[in-house]
């Protein structure tokens, strides 16, 4: 069943402006792969004064710690985690197209063509696979040009461990994020 144009140009006039580039790039199949966070939310034990059912802060009765507050351990959130976000695109032409969630939050912060192939990409929530495996403790952290000796260290890297990153049901997990194919 096709849509009627009229309607589906209905629905994007009511869109910003980047959900409708979104939108469109899907519509003419310009899209070749979603990106998805797959982080999980990160927690701490913390010690926390214990409270009554009233909400007072109890104290100890007895002994040395007599008018002092008890303590107990809970599980406090550190880090919020996008786990099942989709966070970019990548177009059949190798771009990467930032997306913005239901409440307008874009996650993307940066994205980069790794040595071994894969894309990289940075989230706002902390999860980073910008630097393939190949290249760690090689490229260097001001981002000064990769010498010679780098490019050819990297490359040995790349040939004594190759990437392992197999795709299931059109998908992948690359270091923490999950690539999908889009459509067929």
């Known amino acids: 069943m096709q849509a009627n144009d009229q309607i589906i140009n209905q629905m994007l006039r009511n869109l910003p402006q ?23 939310d990160q927690y701490r034990d913390v010690e926390v004064e214990q409270k009554d059912e009233d909400g007072n802060v109890v104290l100890y009765k007895t002994g040395e710690k007599k008018g002092q507050p008890k303590m107990t351990t809970e599980k406090q959130l550190v880090q919020a985690g996008t786990k099942g976000a989709v966070i970019a695109l990548i177009m059949n032409d190798g771009s990467v197209m930032p997306t913005k969630d239901e409440h307008g939050v874009m996650h993307l912060r ?23 495996p190949n290249e760690l403790g090689i490229l260097k952290a001001d981002g000064s040009q990769p010498t010679k000796e780098d490019i050819f260290n990297m490359a040995e890297n790349l040939r004594k461990q190759p990437p392992k990153y197999a795709t299931i049901n059109g998908e992948r997990d690359v270091d923490g994020f999950i690539i999908r194919k889009v459509g067929k």
């Open 18 to 40: 980047d959900q409708q580039n979104q939108f469109a790039a899907i519509l003419r199949n310009d899209v070749a792969y979603e990106v998805v966070c797959n982080t999980e």
């Open 110 to 132: 940066s994205s980069r063509r790794r040595t071994d192939g894969e894309y990289g990409f940075e989230c706002w929530c902390g999860q980073d696979s910008r630097i393939a």
